[in-house]
């Protein structure tokens, strides 16, 4: 078999072993539809739905935001002085 694909052949049929036939095409959207149908006569639904409409949520009630005064920094922090990684050496 090896050789006969190398040589680019066909192999031949391998003795003993019955030729296969195409298998089915099934189509699968009416294999889900006939599903589904066959649960909900299962089930009993007759395939109407009732629609209505949800109930209203209320509004919590905040209660109030609390005025506070805004207080300015009296001071601003000083940016820290940048020294180098050496200290200085006495002579």
């Known amino acids: 078999m090896l050789t006969a ?3 680019r052949r066909e192999p031949k049929p391998v ?3 019955a030729p296969q036939e195409a298998g089915k095409v099934v189509d699968l959207m009416a ?3 006939a599903s589904m149908e066959s649960a909900k006569k299962a089930r009993g639904e007759t395939g109407d739905a009732t629609i ?3 109930p209203k949520k209320r509004a ?3 209660p109030p935001a609390k ?3 805004t207080k300015k920094a009296a001071a601003k922090k000083a940016t820290a ?3 180098t990684g050496r200290k200085s050496r006495p002579a």
């Open 15 to 17: 003795e003993g072993e």
């Open 5 to 7: 694909k190398a040589e």
């Open 81 to 83: 002085k940048k020294t």
């Open 31 to 33: 294999a889900l539809t």
């Open 60 to 62: 919590a009630k905040k």
């Open 52 to 54: 209505h409409d949800l």
């Open 67 to 69: 005025k506070t005064a």
